[in-house]
Every structure is written in structure tokens, then in C-alpha cells.
């Protein structure tokens, strides 16, 4: 009777310590998604820099002369110097988002559950580092549109309903 007690309550013991586990670890499957969310929304963000330096081209290439124009005292070097800034700026946090999609690996393979969560836990973390980098660009770049076109529609990304 006493060991089939002992083997009891080890068998408790046992179940309680896997139960406490699984509640100490989520599955790695939502921290993924959790990732693909972000990068979803960052795609968004994407879309809008590669919009805003389109913009940025027509104003240096076309606008920048038509304005020169009605305004004499404009330093058109000045100000194709700021838009080529932007345009990197822009392009800088494009680039990374397509270099982390390149690199980045939905398929776990061989890691363990905990593994692969802080595999992705990193991958967040890149994510919201793009994220204040696309924030900037966007800022910085809708800034300046708005100088040239008081009616330039801001196309950061809370406009577009997903908030950062």
C-alpha cells in the first residue's frame, strides 16, 4: 500500500511539474504568428515608403523647377539635397525589411519548443526596430511633401488603421 502511494504521488508530482511547463512556455506557433503579424503591418509601411519616394522623385525631377519658378529665392540644390536624404532614408528602412524576409525562417526544423520561441522573440525584436525606422521615414518624408503640397494626405501607417 505504501508504494502504491509513493508511486502515486510521484506520478502527481510528475503531471504537475509538465502542467506547470506547458504553462511556463506558450507554444512557439503563437509567437510566430504574433511575428508574422508584425511583418504584415510592416509590409503595410513598406508600401508607403516606396510611395512617398515615388513622390519624392516626381518633386526633385519636376515640381522643384515648376516651384523655382514662382519662387526665385528657392535653393533648389538645398532642397534636392533633403529629398535625396529622405530617399535614403526611405529606401535604408525598405531595404531592411526585405533583407530580414530573406533571412528570416518560418520553419523551425529541429529546435525545441523554447528554442524556437526565443528564435521569434529575437525576430519581434528586429521587427520593432524596422517599425521605428519605417516610423521615422514616414514622418520625415510626410513632413516635407506637406511643405511643397499643403494637401498631401499623410500615409503613415495609424491612418491606415494598425496602430505601432
Request: glycine residues 4%; neutral net charge; proline residues 1%.
Amino acid at each position: 500500500m505504501k508504494i502504491q502511494i509513493k508511486t502515486n504521488a510521484a506520478w502527481a508530482i510528475v503531471a504537475l511539474c509538465g502542467l506547470l511547463a506547458c504553462k511556463s512556455s506558450p507554444d512557439y506557433k503563437k509567437v510566430r504568428q504574433e511575428v508574422m503579424d508584425k511583418h504584415d503591418e510592416l509590409m503595410v509601411d513598406s508600401e508607403l515608403a516606396i510611395h512617398n519616394k515615388m513622390k519624392l522623385d516626381t518633386l526633385a525631377k519636376i515640381k522643384l523647377k515648376e516651384f523655382k519658378a514662382l519662387d526665385g529665392s528657392l535653393d533648389t540644390a538645398a532642397e534636392k539635397k533633403q529629398i535625396d536624404d529622405l530617399g535614403k532614408l526611405l529606401d535604408k528602412a525598405d531595404e531592411r525589411m526585405m533583407d530580414w524576409m530573406q533571412e528570416f525562417q518560418a520553419d523551425v526544423g529541429d529546435k525545441s519548443n523554447d528554442e524556437a520561441i526565443a528564435y521569434f522573440k529575437a525576430e519581434m525584436v528586429k521587427l520593432k526596430n524596422m517599425d521605428q525606422a519605417f516610423k521615422l521615414a514616414l514622418s520625415r518624408s510626410d513632413a516635407y511633401l506637406k511643405k511643397f503640397d499643403p494637401a498631401h494626405q499623410s500615409v503613415s501607417s495609424k491612418d491606415h488603421g494598425h496602430a505601432h
